[in-house]
C-alpha cells in the first residue's frame, strides 16, 4: 500500500464522510487517487461501525458528481479550440455522431466499470456538445452503481476488504484491456 | 474545371493507419495477460484465506467485532482500533503511555515515529498484545460502542 493511500485511509477513518466526499471530488476531476479503494475501504468501515455508511455514500456522490461536472465544463470550455483544430475532421464528426448515440452508456460505464476512461470522457462529453442534463443523469447512475456495488462488497467483507480490492483492481485493469482489444479488432475491420 | 461548392464544410479524411491499430491491440491484449493473470492469482489468495461475505473468524462471536490482531494496519487510528476490536480507546492510549488528546486523529505509524523513533512497528506490537489481552479477560459485546470524534 502506497504512502498517498495510507495518508487517505488514515484521513477518511479520523475525519469520516466529509474528508471522503472532498476525496472522490478531486479525484473525478482529474487527479491520480485510488479511490475505488477508498470505496471499498469505506464500505468496511461502514460495517465496523467506524463511521455512518449513508452520509458516507451521499456526499461521495455529490463529491464524485461535482468533479465529473468540472471536467465536463472544462471540455465545453475548450470547445471551440477543438473545433478549430479538429473539426474538419470526417472521424472527428464521426466521433461526434456516435458519442451522441451511444455517449450514455460509454458515461455510464466509465463510472464503474472503465473507470480509467472516465476523465476522457468527461472531456470528449464536454467539447463534443453533449447535453449537460443528460451527462448528468447517467453520471448520477454511474456514480451511485460504483458507490453502491464497490461500497457493499468493502460492507460485505468487512476486515477482509483489502484482498477483495485488490481483485476489483485488477478486474479493472482486465476490462480496460479487454475494451481496448475489443476497439482494435473493430478498428482493423474497419480499416480492411 | 470543377467547381467547388462555397457553403459546403470540406472534410478531410484521417483514418487511423494499420500501425496504430497494431499498437492498440498490443496493448489491449498485453493488458489482457497481465491483469487476467493478477486478477487470477487475487482470487486464488481469497480463496485461499478463506474470504467469504460476513465470515466469521474461529474466536470471533460477532461479525461486527474483529478478533484478528493481524488485521491491524499503520494508517489505522487508535479510535479505530478501539472500535474494530471492541476494546476501550482510553485502555489503548494508556498502554502506550499518550495523551488520547493530541493522538486521536493520528496513525498508528505516526504515533510509532513520535514515541519509538527507531523501534518499526513498536505500537502495532504493543495494540496486538494489549487486545488479546483484553479479549481474554472480557467477553465481546454483540456491539461495539461508537467512535467519539
Known sequence: MSALTEFLLSNVVTYGAPVFGLTLLVAAAGVPLPTTFLVVAAGAFSQQGIFDGLPAFLLGLVGAILGDSLDFWAGRYGRRWVLRRFGGLVSWHRAEVIFHRRGGLAIYLTRFLLTALALPINLIAGTSGYSFPRFLLYDVFGEATWLIVYGGLGYLFGTQWELVSDLISNFGGLALGIAILVAGVYLWHRAR | ?149
Not at chain 2, 8 to 36: D, Q
Request: aromatic share 6%; charged share 25%; hydrophobic share 40%.
Open chain 2, 1 to 149: 474545371m470543377e467547381e467547388k461548392p462555397e457553403d459546403s464544410i470540406v472534410l478531410k479524411s484521417r483514418e487511423p493507419t494499420r500501425i496504430w491499430i497494431i499498437i492498440l491491440l498490443a496493448i489491449g491484449a498485453g493488458m489482457v495477460i497481465l491483469f487476467g493473470l493478477r486478477s487470477l492469482h487475487s482470487y486464488r489468495r481469497i480463496h485461499e484465506a478463506g474470504v467469504r461475505p460476513f465470515a466469521l473468524h474461529p474466536d470471533r462471536r460477532s461479525p461486527h467485532v474483529a478478533t484478528d490482531v493481524e488485521e491491524l494496519r499503520p494508517w489505522m487510528t487508535v479510535p479505530q482500533v478501539a472500535k474494530m476490536y471492541a476494546v476501550p480507546e482510553d485502555y489503548l492510549f494508556q498502554v502506550l503511555n499518550i495523551s488520547p488528546a493530541e493522538n486521536r486523529h493520528k496513525s498508528l505509524q505516526i504515533i510509532n515515529r513520535e514515541i519509538k523513533p527507531g523501534v518499526k512497528g513498536y505500537v502495532i506490537e504493543k495494540l496486538k498484545q494489549a487486545i488479546l489481552q483484553f479479549q481474554r479477560e472480557h467477553s465481546l459485546p454483540e456491539h461495539a460502542p461508537a467512535i467519539t470524534p
